[in-house]
């Protein structure tokens, strides 16, 4: 019987430790998802204002225009591109 407690104790600290890293790993996973996405958005409004400033369209790059595209991504972009063209913000 002392054998099968001792099974049943190893079995909990390992999902303990399971359960632990999976607490940490999730908001990792969300921070380094919204900062490829940051990233992907400023290179893709690089590519814009590249493109834009020979057909007039441009969008400026500071902190909100950056996280706009990390929150939101392509839509984000889309969301941008459409204030400008409208708004002429």
Do not use: D, H
Request: net charge positive; hydrophobic share 60%; proline share 2%.
């Amino acid at each position: 019987m002392e054998l099968y407690g001792n099974y049943m104790l190893g079995a909990m600290g390992v999902a303990a430790v399971m359960i632990g890293i999976g607490l940490f790993l999730g908001p990792i996973r969300k921070i380094i998802k919204f900062l490829l996405n940051s990233l992907l958005g400023l290179l893709i409004l690089l590519i814009i204002n590249y493109v834009g400033k020979y057909i007039g369209v441009t969008i400026a790059l500071n902190w909100i225009t950056i996280l706009t595209t990390g929150i939101l991504g392509i839509p984000g972009i889309a969301a941008l591109l459409l204030l400008k063209l409208i708004f002429g913000v």
